[in-house]
């Protein structure tokens, strides 16, 4: 099954699943059944037989670039990658092909993560036109974005060279799904990562709000990823009550956290993370942005990860 990506869209006003199109990657595994009674079927074979031993058939590169592993893709998948590779340009903005990029531009490491991604991509069953988009999303989305992250509460290593920002609506089932991947990503990259939090409660869930000025209230009293862990442990059945229940549980100050509840200060907090992402544009939640580039894959762990070893350069 073609890994589709989730969300909560805020613009229909509702929670949905957003599936980003693809074919199943079953459907795209064909076996080219050719006849060897017409001259055109013997020279579409002679072509097949040349590409597969990594010939350069009618001007297009079908050799494999070093590095990059086709041993998942079968014969139709793999015709399907070399003619992404060759009609796609370099993603380092040079005038020629991906293959081309990868196999002489030792300078464009983008190109080399941009053909795994290919391979990667084909592989799960996408389609040419939705890999190329796939493709401009990831690699030709234009300078990073700057965020103001000055009052949201972080967590890793201070000096981490990537920097993770999500944005989260509490009552979103897709936000709470990917938790635990932003967990792994900072255990596995301990030294490596850091992880900023960002509201974007949507007005079609109930508590969403006032579970996110409830963390802030908790954050006032250092108290934000333990109150952030009971809201996601019981996301689904969030209540006024039980939102304050979490503030005696942790043995915080529950009037303080009443008064700070209840302030224009945490109210405007709230709303600023808000804002913030409206001015992005944000569409969906979860939205999560690495190093200040809007990540656009699935939210897993093997996609987040593939991204982060990019900007390390492994």
Excluded at 31 to 54: D, F, I, R, V
Excluded at 187 to 199: M, N, Q, S
Aim: with cysteine; glycine share 6%; net charge neutral.
């Amino acid at each position: 099954m073609t890994p589709g990506r989730t969300a909560c869209r805020w613009a229909l006003a509702t929670c949905a699943a957003v599936t980003v199109a693809g074919v199943a990657s079953a459907c795209a595994k064909k076996s080219a059944e050719l006849s060897a009674a017409s001259p055109a079927a013997a020279a579409t074979t002679a072509k097949a037989e040349g590409a597969a031993a990594g010939a350069t058939v009618d001007g297009q590169d079908n050799t494999a670039p070093p590095g990059i592993d086709l041993t998942a893709l079968d014969e139709f998948e793999r015709k399907v990658f070399f003619r992404v590779v060759n009609k796609e340009s370099a993603a380092c903005g040079k005038a020629e092909s991906l293959i081309k990029s990868v196999k002489t531009d030792r300078g464009c490491r983008k190109s080399h993560y941009a053909v795994k991604y290919v391979a990667r991509l084909v592989d799960q069953g996408f389609t040419d036109s939705e890999i190329a988009e796939h493709l401009g999303k990831r690699f030709r989305a234009g300078p990073p974005k700057r965020i103001d992250v000055s009052e949201a509460p972080s967590k890793g290593s201070p000096s981490a060279r990537i920097t993770l920002i999500e944005f989260v609506d509490y009552e979103c089932p897709h936000c709470k799904r990917v938790q635990p991947v932003m967990r792994q990503v900072l255990d596995e990259f301990k030294d490596e990562a850091k992880l900023y939090f960002k509201h974007y409660p949507l007005g079609s869930h109930t508590n969403a709000r006032l579970a996110a000025e409830a963390a802030v209230a908790a954050n006032k009293q250092g108290q934000f990823w333990p109150y952030n862990e009971k809201i996601w442990a019981n996301a689904d059945t969030l209540t006024p009550a039980l939102l304050e229940q979490f503030a005696k549980d942790l043995k915080m100050d529950v009037e303080k956290w009443r008064k700070d509840l209840a302030s224009d200060e945490v109210k405007n907090r709230v709303q600023k993370d808000r804002s913030d992402g409206t001015a992005l544009g944000l569409q969906a939640t979860p939205t999560i942005y690495l190093n200040g580039r809007e990540f656009t894959d699935g939210r897993d762990i093997d996609s987040l990860r593939d991204w982060i070893n990019e900007e390390l350069g492994k």
